[in-house]
């Protein structure tokens, strides 16, 4: 019997899904079960399992009809899984010949102060490697405790020879001790659309002093597709957003959230979004 679930929260991407689960297969040697929330019926009635080649992989299979945003999915597959690591990833993420799921639970395993164990990125849409890490510089803005996100850049910590890294947030390929996070009573706030849902788990995270550690040598493809319904990502208004977040948590978040955000796409052009 296995201590570790696979979450995958999807949506009308069986092929990306597909994917995904193989490449899982094809790289993972530590015994897991497979847990799936499926919200594409909250978009149309479309039959979705059929899709699904790789179904009799999964062990778990829930269809939700109402949309949910991407902190609310992460969410309620946590409360999916029933057991004491859980291991996040999205349908656009594949592993290419790392063992990561096997690295991570290794190491979770090994270092049970650890809540959170993450790898790094490579993004096809920028061709590049994402960040490391990502830190929070907290202190004073305007008068209100306020925080503001640095990223570390994968080149830095290559260069200089990390194998692992202290960080106060995980990309989504990362495994949770569920016990020392979920049952805790740490959770995605559904209530901060589709940015300060994440930014409130992590720092719950942080402010229960529990370690999050990414492993630098172990790398999975981000290969994001739109979603053929829509998006997952909820709408918000962002203002009321910071200043919900601020009352809730405590601290003022200074982001981009408000803002345009350009995404290259490696071959000198992008889109604003």
């Not at 991407?70 to 999205?90: M, N, P, R, S």
Request: hydrophobic share 35%.
């Amino acid at each position: 019997m296995t201590d570790l679930s696979i979450a995958i929260v999807t949506c009308g991407r069986p092929h990306l899904l597909r994917r995904c689960l193989r490449s899982i297969k094809a790289n993972t040697s530590t015994p897991y079960k497979v847990v799936v929330l499926d919200v594409t019926k909250s978009f149309t009635d479309e039959p979705v399992m059929d899709k699904i080649k790789d179904s009799k992989s999964i062990d778990t299979y829930v269809e939700y009809d109402k949309p949910l945003g991407i902190g609310a999915g992460y969410q309620k597959i946590a409360e999916l899984c029933d057991t004491k690591y859980v291991f996040h990833i999205d349908d656009d993420i594949y592993l290419d010949k790392y063992p990561v799921i096997d690295a991570e639970y290794k190491y979770i395993k090994e270092h049970p102060e650890v809540g959170v164990v993450s790898c790094c990125w490579f993004d096809t849409l920028y061709n590049s490697h994402r960040e490391s890490a990502m830190l929070w510089v907290t202190g004073e803005h305007d008068g209100k405790r306020a925080f503001k996100k640095m990223q570390v850049p994968f080149e830095f910590t290559k260069q200089f020879g990390f194998t692992v890294v202290d960080s106060d947030e995980a990309l989504h390929s990362m495994i949770v001790n569920k016990e020392m996070v979920y049952d805790k009573g740490i959770h995605w706030d559904p209530d901060l659309g589709s940015k300060g849902d994440r930014e409130s788990f992590f720092l719950q995270v942080r402010q229960n002093n529990i370690p999050i550690k990414v492993l630098v040598n172990q790398i999975v493809i981000h290969n994001p597709q739109p979603y053929p319904y829509g998006s997952l990502t909820l709408s918000y208004e962002k203002e009321s957003v910071k200043q919900k977040f601020y009352e809730t948590y405590g601290y003022w978040p200074i982001t981009n959230w408000d803002k345009p955000q350009f995404r290259p796409d490696g071959k000198g052009g992008g889109q604003w979004i």
